[in-house]
């Protein structure tokens, strides 16, 4: 099983790596667009800010990489933000394999969500052995509106989309590397997909 974890300068990929050797998978790191194609199963994490996330996808040409990816792709918190179609962080253009927004919270919350919040409404084997209403690890400040792609909702004085679908592609909000048993269960389900 070859697991690559894209690095292009804007994650939190040491922490998700350890947690994949936790599981007993020896998780790559590369930005390589040969080794993500060849591939079994691809990590896009994201920790930062949009627009100068997406700067560093262009300059690595993974711009144009990822939404042709064919194996299971799992996009975590900016990662998945970035699947998106666009993000009000920097009036920013993403990269269209989810049908959403990224909007930012409103001044009625504390920004940026950071802790433990549950998920619900789970509809994917993306969360087998995992319960509705699980609490998972968050730290963000925008969030993905709902669309017919939701997975699962989050509630955060406004209820949207914490995790998203799209044929081979998956994407969670949260930080399923922080999240405990339920985030470890997460990453052996996206492995076994």
């Not at 947690?19 to 994490?45: H, M, Q, T, V």
């Not at 914490?162 to 048993?181: R, T």
Request: hydrophobic fraction near 40%; charged fraction near 20%; proline fraction near 3%.
């Amino acid at each position: 099983m070859r697991v690559v974890i894209i690095d292009y300068g804007a994650g939190n990929i040491k922490s998700i790596q350890f947690a994949f050797k936790r599981l007993g998978i020896d998780a790559k790191l590369s930005n390589n667009p040969k080794e993500i194609l060849a591939a079994d199963k691809i990590i896009f994490p994201g920790v930062g800010e949009a627009s100068s996330a997406m700067k560093k996808l262009v300059e690595c040409k993974l711009d144009k990489v990822i939404p042709t990816l064919k194996q299971p792709v799992l996009g975590i918190c900016l990662g998945m933000q970035l699947l998106c179609n666009y993000t009000e962080e920097g009036n920013s253009k993403g990269l269209g394999v989810f049908n959403a927004n990224v909007k930012r919270f409103s001044k009625d919350v504390k920004v940026p969500q950071i802790g433990w919040n549950n998920i619900k409404n789970l509809k994917s084997d993306l969360f087998k052995n995992i319960k509705d209403n699980e609490y998972m690890y968050l730290v963000h400040s925008y969030y993905a509106e709902n669309c017919n792609q939701t997975i699962a909702i989050t509630n955060y004085n406004i209820k949207y989309a914490s995790a998203l679908q799209h044929k081979n592609f998956y994407g969670v909000q949260f930080h399923p590397e922080k999240s405990s048993k339920s985030g470890a269960q997460l990453l052996q389900n996206f492995i076994d997909l």
